[in-house]
Every structure is written in C-alpha cells, then in structure tokens.
C-alpha cells in the first residue's frame, strides 16, 4: 500500500493521507504521490476531499528526513511547491482534520480552501522550536485566515489550537465527532457541486487573483459565464419555478 489511498468519484476525489504507523508524517513518497493527484485534478477538475487514515491528518514532515535536508533542498521547496500547487487547483479543496495537524500537516489544511475538524484535533506550527521556520505557506496564509495576534502566537510561541479554539478562530468552518468527519466533508462537497462547476471554478480563479487584476478579470470570467448554456439553463429553471414567465 502507498502514501495515498485515492478514491475518484463523479465529481469529487477523495485522498486518505495513509502512512498512520508514523501519524501520516509527510515524507518525499507522499509528497510526490501529492502531486500525482494534482496533475489528475488540474487535467480533469473535481473536488478534493484530503482525510488521514488512523486518526490524524498529518503530524508534521517527517523529522528523519527533514533532519538531513541542506539549503539547496530547501531552495527546492519541496513542501511549499506542493502546498502553492494544491491552493491552485481549479476546483476547491477541503481539509479533514482529526488528532495532529501540525507543521507540514497544518499548512496543508491552510492551503485548502475549507478545513472541518474533531474536538480532539491539534494544529499549529511547532517548526521555530526544531530550528525550522514555517516556511510553507504558514509564515503568510496562517495571518490572512486568523488574523495576525493569533497568527504570531502560533508561529513565534508555538502555540496549538484545540478543535473549540481553532472553530473560534475560525480556522476550521465546523466540528463534528471523528467517525462523522467525511460525512461531513462530504455534505459540504455536495453543497458546491450543487453550483455550475465553471462558475465555481471561476468564482475560485477571481477569489485568489491579484487586487490588480480586478475589475477587468471579473468581467472576462462573467463574459464566459453568460455564453454558457448552463447559465440560461439554471436561469430558466429558477424563474420557472418562481412563475415568472418573462425572459
């Protein structure tokens, strides 16, 4: 068995993070099996759904290896490549956390789009107390999704969330009991695939893009939006519904 348990659905993946005799630990395997899954969700579109096997999510990367990495490793941005390249794909992403998501574990969840935790969930960034920094997207998404006092609590002082803090930050959006966790994911994936799957994944694109781009890539994206037949379709069928004939 792999790094990655990887079921594909009609509109949605799910991952199972599957190393548990090391607490799903990110190692070189699963990173590169990471980006096997990428490549199929930026050639065919689909929700992600990202669960570990065992009751974490991940513990954070794996210290034997980390431990031996030089500069010229981290130069490659092994973690922050992967973590940038998931942010990217073009439909969202959701995070299931349970036990540990701490280190690389936690900057995987901050580069999702959703994170739905357990009470018993544990994340945060320990990486300045080994002689690391959090140099994988937490250093600057962890202040844009909790604000910057709490950011720096977690990042200078090693401090980390329970499921109730991290649900009042709002760092995860719900919390429910381990055994309901995908349950749960998986409610909120149906919920966005109940949308146009175009229109999300250009709500996604013109969410993340540059404030310099804007207005103008609003435009462009709404331009391919109302030439679609899915547009006139979902509009047809609401105001149908409505009773309101006119077009």
Not at 24 to 34: G, H, I, S, T
Not at 45 to 70: K, N, W, Y
Not at 205 to 232: N, S
Request: charged letters at 25%; glycine letters at 10%.
């Amino acid at each position: 068995m792999g790094p990655l348990i990887v079921e594909h659905g009609a509109d949605r993946t799910i991952v199972r993070l599957n190393r548990p005799e090391v607490r799903n630990a990110m190692d070189r395997d699963m990173v590169q099996a990471l980006h096997g899954v990428c490549a199929d969700l930026e050639a065919r579109p689909q929700l992600a759904l990202i669960i570990g096997e065992g009751g974490t999510f991940v513990s954070g990367a794996d210290l034997a290896q980390m431990r031996e990495r030089r500069r010229d490793d981290a130069l490659r941005g092994i973690n922050s490549g992967l973590f940038d390249r998931i942010h990217r794909l073009p439909m969202p992403t959701i995070a299931l956390l349970d036990g540990y998501a701490l280190g690389a574990g936690a900057e995987l969840a901050y580069a999702c789009d959703f994170r739905i935790g357990t009470p018993g969930v544990q994340i945060g960034n320990p990486e300045t107390g080994l002689g690391i920094a959090p140099a994988a997207g937490a250093s600057w998404r962890l202040a844009e999704l909790v604000g910057e006092p709490l950011a720096k609590e977690i990042l200078f002082a090693g401090r980390v969330l329970d499921g109730t803090e991290a649900l009042a930050a709002r760092l995860v959006t719900e919390l429910v009991e381990s055994h309901e966790l995908l349950a749960a994911g998986q409610r909120l994936a149906d919920r966005i695939a109940a949308q146009a799957p175009l229109a999300i994944r250009l709500s996604k694109a013109l969410f993340h893009a540059p404030r310099a781009a804007h207005p103008v890539i609003d435009d462009v994206a709404q331009a391919v939006l109302f030439e679609t037949d899915e547009k006139y379709e979902r509009m047809t069928a609401f105001l149908e519904r409505r009773g309101d004939k006119s077009r």
